[in-house]
Each structure stands twice: as C-alpha cells, then as structure tokens.
C-alpha cells in the first residue's frame, strides 16, 4: 500500500520518500483516512508505531489543500504532555512541510514567553505546544483558537497524569468552532479519567486500537533481573553495559537526584553518560538530546520526563534502574526502543524497593514477565511477601511470595543476548517499516 492509496496528496508522498518512508504502517492506514474523511479520532497503538505521522499526515494535507475557516487564528493545535514529546512532534512536522509557506510554532514551558508571542503575531497555521504555556497564552489573549480547525492530543493519558485538566476544558472551550474536528492518540487510553475526557472533546469518535496497552510489543524483548541493594544494581548494570550488542541505551531511575548520581558513578567507571532531568533549562535539556542524537554518547540517564517523546532509531537498550510507579509509563518507558520495526532489548531491575511497582506492571501487562539471572550477580532477594488482608481473628496470614511457586518464570540460564541491530527489521509482514535514509531527528 502507498500513501497515495490513503488519500495523500503525491507532494507528501514525496516529502516522505526523502526521509526513507515509503509504506504505511498500521496506524497510519487506518488513522489517515478516517481523518481526511473528517472524523474525530480515538486511537491507541503502541510505540513507535507510527502514531505522529498518523496525525501529521491529514493535517498537513487539509492545511494545504482545504481553504481556512479563519485567516487569524492557527488552523491546527497538537499538544503534547512533555517538551520533549512536543519538540519531535515539531522536527516530523518541520521535515513535512519543508519547501512549502505553510507556518509552524512551538510553545514550550521554560522558553521565553515575549518571544512566542512575537511568533504567534505570524499567523502560524500549526502550534504545537505543552498544556501549561499554552493555557497561558489563551488567558492572555496571545493566543485566540475559535477558528482552530483540527485539535489533536499526543498522549493524552499523560497530559491527564500530569494534572492539566483545567487547562484541557479551557482549550476546549476556546477551540469552540462547530466544525473542528478532534484526534486524540496514545499508546495508553485504556484509563477511565481518559474515557470520561474523550466524552467531552470528542464528537462521534471513531475508535482505532490496533493494539490493547497492555499487549506484548513483539519488537521488544523485556526481562527483568532481581537485585538486593543499589550496589548490586550498579553491579548488573555495568555487566549489561559492556555486552557486545549493546548501541545506544537510555537508562531510567525513580529520581532526579539518582540520575546525577548514577551518572557520575558510570562516568567514573569509564563509561560516557549524560543525566537528562526534568530541572534542567529547556536549552540544555535540548542540547543533552541533540548529542544524544548524534551519538555524541552512549548512554542517557533520566527520569520519566524523557518517557515519552525519544525518537532514536539507535536505541537498543532501555534499562529500568529503578521501575516506574505506574505501569503505563514502564510501556511508555521500553518504547524507546524497538522502534519502527527495529529490535529492542528492555531490562528493568527489580530490588525490595521496587516489589509493588512490579507487582502493579505484571498485573497491567497480565504476568506475561521473564526474569533472567547473571551467573556470579544472582540476587539473595526473591520478592516481599505479601501481605494478606487482617483476618477476623486480628492476624496478618502472610505468605511468601517465591517460596514455593515462582510468581515468575525463571530460567536456569540467562538467554544470549540477541544480534546487534544493523537495519531496520520487517516484522509485522504487512506494515513495512523500512527506512532508506536517516532522517534529521536520528
Ligand atoms: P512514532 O510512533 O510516531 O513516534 O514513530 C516512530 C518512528 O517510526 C519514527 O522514527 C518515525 O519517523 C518512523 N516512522 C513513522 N512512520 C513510518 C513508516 N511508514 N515507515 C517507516 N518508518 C516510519
């Protein structure tokens, strides 16, 4: 299938030939044309899928094809939880429209905001933009959206999390033409709060879930290691680092301090990390993920700010130092590997600590978890026991929870690591994925 076959315009086809993209993957197929036939849009798939260009696709072409409803106001809004996630929306949009006049914005928290005014003064057709600043804007009156054509959410569940609710209803409320049409996308939708916001944003949704949240990436090969204490942590780490197949890895931990920290451990090892966090300035974080890249170094340290919105091809590894509280952003967090159609390793480590955080993700991802061990760092620790509700008679029954029966299927041998990734795979037989070039933002 080709993107003509979707209804796209040949110039976007060719935009797209230029960045090695010449098929469209599932999302895609299903998403652009429901979109260009004007439908509101709920749709799920998993990362990497694909989702952005699934939306970017018809905005594009309705911008350059479909005369505006208002000349003042921009024409499509697509707001993103996290500047990061904001910013790679930005790049695939600037890589689309490149060559013609069409205008485009960001509006990111932590930037100047008299500098975005001046670029909203420009009558830019797109913004693209994080909730919080955007609100302000609104309330300042920088910014009018009653003639906005097309709202579109990138993960909305997170915008949700991140508890921007107010600002949800208020752009909802400014972007009040009758005739604009919403897409909503994630790799997680499956939560009430999203279904309840959908309701108010959405009219008449066509529902897309090519995948459920919580079904096995068949891209990404996840284990899990027990460990005691940070030490052995450290220890299992430096052994998955210097494997052969290992290219770029992100690293994740439970706090910010715990990425500076374990950073400098790493460096001091020899290793070349950098610790990416959520208090750094917007232009630092940028030029973290800019080097990033460009392979400037091996391994990124952060926090669940960079969970969402990494877009590197040259991922092979996500590593789950510490696991995450909420089992949606462990998906979240293991997509940024095995993305369009490449291999990804996901290994999360699993202390005392983090016992209820995997009891929540083996619970959401319906126990399909492997635990594997390395021969010489096997852990003392098998799992907290749980605890059972207070009976009648006032006592706690608690039971162990890996005395008898493994909660986990263990092998007695860690399996070899797979093949260091050269190309992009074909894996899904009918949504191709290859990719000629790189792109920009790889
Ligand atoms: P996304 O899920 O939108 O974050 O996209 C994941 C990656 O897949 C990005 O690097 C995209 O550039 C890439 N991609 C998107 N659509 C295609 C396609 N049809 N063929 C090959 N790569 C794609």
Known sequence: MQFTDLGIDTRLETQLAHQGITQPTDIQ???????????DIFAQSK???GKTLAFLLPAVQRVMKQKALSKRDPRVLIVAPTRELATQVFTQLRLLIAGTAIKSVKILGGENFNDQIKALRNDPQFVIATPGRLADHITKRSLQLSGLELLIFDEADRILDLGFTEQLKLINEQANHRLRQTLLFSATLDHAQVDALSRNLLKKPKQIALSAANEQHSDIKQTLYLADHLDHKEALLE???TQDNVGQCIIFTATRADTS???ESLNAKGFKSVALAGDLTQNKRLDIMDAFSRENFKILITTDVASRGLDLLSV????NFDL????????????RTGRAGFKGNALSLVGPKDWLSYLAIKSFLNDELTFSSVDGLK????????KKPVSASGKNKAQPALTKKPAFKRKTKPKKPTAPIKAPLNIDGDTPMRRKKKTEQE
């Open 29 to 39: 197929a299903h998403a652009v044309p429901t979109a260009l036939a004007g439908h």
């Open 47 to 49: 990362t990497g899928s």
């Open 239 to 241: 052994h998955f680092l």
């Open 261 to 263: 920290r374990l950073s």
């Open 316 to 319: 092979t590894h996500v590593i």
């Open 324 to 335: 995450p509280k909420h089992a949606e952003e462990y998906v979240h967090r293991i997509g």
């Open 379 to 386: 852990a003392k620790f098998k799992g907290l026991k749980e």
